[in-house]
């Protein structure tokens, strides 16, 4: 079988191709600085324009003519304005989009790729045919071009996957397509007004991206649609102001259904409320413990500060775990409590006098001397408790009596 004879810039060609991705960041904020209404276009969706503007220039080193590249501007300078761009502004654009190729085909040269030299020639030939396509555009410019531009906008409606809607300036529906009543589940006839699909309480949001859209020729927020059947179907809208044929203008509306996306984003937010409940219970839980220590007899080890919260906590912990394990003793060892004033005294003798109507007594151990004084000074008493000066006192004291219990 006979091979394909390379052609002289392939090495030149290949390696602008695989680099091209590099140039994909700059020349997207070439494109949003120029044409502002852009800003609301997909950055992914932005970068591959890019990038497929700039493989039509290496496609045209390798053809005999530059008539293919020549017709792809055109086509280019068309799509810019049907959406109300201006033909200069696309000039623009192709100048600046050029100094970065250039800038990227020298570093090839410096690189040694061969055929640099030849190739970086052949390009700035094929941007000379771009530059002088976007001029004729620019002198033919008038009805033509928004006539051109109104049948690409029918056919990009036709072909678009994204649910697509245009009114005009009276509110009235000039153009929807098949995914735009796919995702309505209702047909929509041309002349319905676009109010009569958004639900009434975002319609005041409608209002105001018309506005915005009037002025700063585009806009991007969500809108949420009546469906059939009475759904609501909540939707990321990208609209952008486009030129019609008459000379008037219209909107365009790209809708997409957000309903899959809110709600994973209601789960995940669900789940997260319940992984910091349970971590709330669990430190709850390890902020007082309730501890078996023998029949009949269990310890609390109270840590840290006691606030009324806690105070509550410590209460229920105390009570639930008496009448779960029938203790006849309980201790409440608050050595680690680092500060016992009167709000904690009395939620102690609080939790004495509740545990005492199940029939249990309370030994309260750790009171060390510094607290027994601040306790005096404040005019507390304890006497309500049987206090121990260690936990190891309070737990050979409470054995004893539930052995004593056990034995009467």
Known sequence: MEQATPHPLDAFCEALDQRCVELASPMCEILIETFPMMVGVPRDMLGGMCVDGFRAYVAALRAPSFEALRKFVVTSNEGLVMIGCAPEQARDSLLRGRRLILGLAMTLLEEGVPSAREGILRLVEAYGVGLEATIESIHAGGRSDLEVSGRLLRTFAEVCPEAMAISVRDNSLSLVNEAFEALLGQEVPTGWLFTSLVVPEDEAQWREASAELSTARSWRGRLRFAGAGGRVIPTDVTAFQVD????????????????????????????????????????????????????????????????????????????????????????????????????????????????????????????????????????????????????QEGVARALRRARARGNG
Do not use: F
């Not at 007082?288 to 009949?296: D, R, Y």
């Not at 750790?366 to 000074?377: H, N």
């Open 244 to 391: 019609t044929e008459s000379g008037g203008k219209a909107y365009c509306w790209l809708v997409r259904d957000v309903s899959e996306l809110l709600q994973a984003e209601e789960e995940r937010l669900r789940l997260q409320a319940e992984v910091i409940a349970a971590q709330d219970q669990a430190i709850r839980e390890l902020m007082t413990p309730l501890l078996p220590l023998a029949e009949g007899v269990v310890a609390m080890p109270i840590v840290g500060s006691i606030d009324p919260a806690r105070s509550e906590r410590i209460l229920d912990v105390l009570l639930s775990g008496i009448a779960a394990r029938g203790a006849q003793v309980a201790i409440l060892d608050i050595t680690g409590v680092n500060v016992v004033d009167t709000q904690v005294a009395e939620g102690l003798l609080r939790a004495a006098r509740a545990a005492r109507l199940l029939g249990t007594e309370v030994i309260l151990t750790g009171l060390r001397a510094a607290v027994a004084q601040t306790l005096v000074s404040l005019d507390v008493h304890l006497d309500e408790l049987t206090t121990c000066g260690t936990l």
